[in-house]
């Protein structure tokens, strides 16, 4: 219940706030919930809003959608990593 309200709050955030704080709320997701796919997805949402129009659009999306994977995979090593985030009872499930 808790990550469909967050989702909820984060997709009307992506269309309200700015997106640097989009960006951090997302991040936030990330280290409250167990596979966040939801990163990837909204991430390519703001980008699409508050990216600028060029003749190869196409070439940056792809660049860009690998780029959100690669951090989103690093954050996932990172996170397990993290010896006070190995306690279960943290984490949202």
Known sequence: ???IVFDILFIISVFILPWWFNVILALIGVFLFDKFYEFIL????IYSLYSINEASEISHVIIVAM???AIYFLVQVFKSNISFYKDNSIKFK
Do not use: E, V
Request: aromatic share 0%.
């Open 67 to 69: 780029i959100i994977n």
């Open 1 to 3: 219940m808790k990550r």
């Open 42 to 45: 909204i991430l390519l949402i």
